[in-house]
């Protein structure tokens, strides 16, 4: 039997369960976009010959460019995936608006069942600059899950030669929306800020006073407030995005000194 549909069907069922089933799924799309998708139609030049952009907003512009270009493939194996194992009977079809979330998994009949919402992180930026900074209240607790893959730069290689690079997703989860949103809230509660009229405001660290937050609220990184790294309270889904953000940071650490740009900002 298809393991979604046992899941869907089943009216004790958490959104947990629906997490660990897009968890394994992930990962295993991952693996396919490793082995094919990256190293033949997202690979290019080294940079003495193809050089990336090197101002600010160029830099940001081509990791966007990447980032959605492997949420689309790995949505894309997924899907494939999916219909191994459950036939015709679901799809993970494309959002047409572009607001949250970036997918939804619909039955034959087009009945929405899952949303799930893509973030790829560059290991290699230390901005970390991937936000997931949906308004809480447009947030689905029951159906709404949050897909995370850390990526890097890796060498390409022909005849022992060095002759180009690509992406490659070294971390993926799947975590229940509801889990994070809950954590981004209080972490941005414990920091004296507030949401108002669906605006978030912090206070400032030069006047003491709130101010319209400059784009931190949801970064993937600050997620979890620091001292709640080791509450008891956690739930299933946020102690699998902290094995994640691990993950990433270890590899951001292995490629620049520059510690103090993915030091936690509390």
């Not at 009945?111 to 947030?139: C, G, N």
């Not at 022909?158 to 490659?168: A, F, K, L, N, Q």
Request: proline fraction near 5%; aromatic fraction near 8%.
């Amino acid at each position: 039997m298809c393991r979604l549909a046992a899941i869907l069907g089943d009216p004790d069922t958490d959104i947990d369960a629906l997490a660990v089933f897009f968890d394994d799924l992930l990962r295993r799309a991952v693996e396919g976009l490793n082995a094919e998708f990256s190293p033949n139609r997202l690979c290019k030049a080294t940079r003495d010959v193809e050089p990336l952009p090197i101002a600010k907003r160029s830099l940001s512009s081509y990791r966007t460019r990447i980032g959605t270009t492997l949420e689309y493939a790995l949505s894309t194996e997924m899907d494939r995936l999916l219909g191994i194992e459950c036939g015709d009977a679901y799809h993970i079809t494309f959002v047409w608006w572009n607001t949250y979330p970036d997918f939804i998994v619909r039955d034959r009949n087009m009945t929405p069942l899952v949303r799930i919402e893509m973030k790829a992180v560059d290991a290699y930026s230390v901005e970390l600059a991937a936000s997931f900074d949906a308004p809480t209240h447009e947030i689905k607790p029951e159906i709404d899950l949050v897909g995370l893959v850390g990526w890097h730069e890796a060498p390409m290689e022909c005849d022992g030669v060095v002759v180009g690079e690509r992406p490659h997703v070294f971390a993926s989860t799947v975590v229940p929306a509801a889990a994070l949103s809950h954590e981004r809230d209080i972490n941005l509660v414990m920091r004296k800020g507030v949401i108002q009229d669906g605006i978030v405001y912090v206070v400032s660290t030069k006047t003491g006073k709130l101010t319209k937050d400059p784009g931190n609220y949801g970064k993937i990184r600050r997620i979890v407030h620091l001292s709640r790294r080791d509450a008891d309270d956690l739930s299933p889904g946020i102690r699998r995005y902290q094995e994640f953000i691990q993950k990433v940071l270890a590899h951001t650490l292995a490629h620049t000194e520059a510690t103090d740009d993915i030091t936690e900002a509390e």
